[in-house]
């Protein structure tokens, strides 16, 4: 997700390494040490601008989160909901790098769960390899998760969801849980994302899925 | 599905023994002699007025198709389908039996795909045991297709189609091809079903997939 360039968002991410982490890959191995307790952790690959990722914290204090996400411009956003925050949101951290190097910041077995929401749909066969749900994504996230570990993934993309159900399939993972229409029976656990508001406002179907790994 | 009583139904079904077969589990093992080609056999489990089965036999006569369906008051409807259309349907047959049964007309492999369409969704959780993909459906399936064989499976039900996708997954088979909104883009070998039409016409989505046994 791209926002417009805020020149000093560099300034205020770079005032916060406790919550902006600085050089994540020196807390590789070492993330309960950093949080100060062995609770389970679970990130969010694209977090934009938090709204998930902070909620998810908030509303759960007895796990870990780590948002990652590429741009300034919208992790600044995510920044800003803790600073915001009172006592701040002690069970989270942000991470400004690209996904696709988490094997640089964890180790096997040390995220519990990963998230996906809202991910570029890419919808080009061509591009089909950009898919965040592509084998090649689905391999790179088997390599911090642990034996059965899950994937929970939002989209309100249609063409993205159908690729996702028979790629996921395809690599030998159990579809655990499948909703066509998350707010027609909204779990009271659900926490929307910034676009999940935007397209359920607009009456369009959220599509949610749990994925688990199979060895 | 059920219809209006029609008393001449029964009648009518026996005077054409040719097409509803009278005694199928005479023909178990037999059904390429009975078509009199070793062309592929697709079934279809509760197929109702017939409208897909007809179809499907009109528009790929290479294919051999049977339809079962246990209430006369609508096999009926796509007996006529059959005697209105000018020199029969050659390669489609009928079977007024209840498809839970196809053990005893069928031996394994015999049959080369398998079709569920709109089926009864039982939406209440006490009656999952009924729904058509429930395990123990999709065991008895599996006595009748060949390793590899595929189940293609349409329905406008919500419902039926999440808990579909999960018990499938769990079930050990692959998902081959998902349309969470089958007429959005629909495919040029689609052939509606009743219901398909009516609720296509609704503006509701269609569901469809196709799964793939393991083994």
Do not use: C
């Not at 390494?17 to 307790?37: A, D, M, S, T």
């Not at 991470?95 to 080009?124: G, I, T």
Request: proline share 6%; glycine share 6%.
């Amino acid at each position: 997700m791209r926002a417009r360039y805020k020149p000093w968002a560099a300034e205020l991410i770079e005032a916060h390494p406790g919550i902006v982490i600085p050089e994540p890959e020196k807390l590789k191995g070492r993330w309960q040490e950093e949080f100060g307790n062995a609770n389970p952790l679970h990130i969010e690959a694209g977090s934009g601008k938090g709204r998930f990722i902070t909620g998810m914290a908030q509303a759960n204090p007895d796990i870990n989160y780590i948002g990652i996400e590429l741009f300034d411009s919208v992790i600044i956003t995510a920044l800003q909901t803790v600073l915001e925050t009172e006592g701040g949101i002690p069970n989270l951290r942000l991470l400004r790098v690209n996904a696709q190097e988490m094997e640089s910041f964890f180790e096997k077995n040390e995220v519990d769960r990963m998230y996906l929401n809202f991910s570029d749909p890419w919808p080009k066969t061509r591009h089909a390899k950009r898919r965040l749900t592509h084998e090649s994504f689905l391999s790179l996230y088997e390599t911090v998760l642990p034996k059965n570990g899950e994937i929970h993934f939002k989209t309100d993309n249609r063409g993205l969801f159908e690729y996702s159900l028979t790629s996921i399939s395809d690599y030998g993972m159990l579809l655990k849980d499948v909703s066509l229409d998350l707010h027609a029976n909204e779990p009271e656990w659900n926490i929307m994302t910034e676009y999940e508001e935007k397209f359920m406002k607009k009456g369009q179907p959220i599509y949610r899925m749990e994925a688990q790994y199979n060895s």
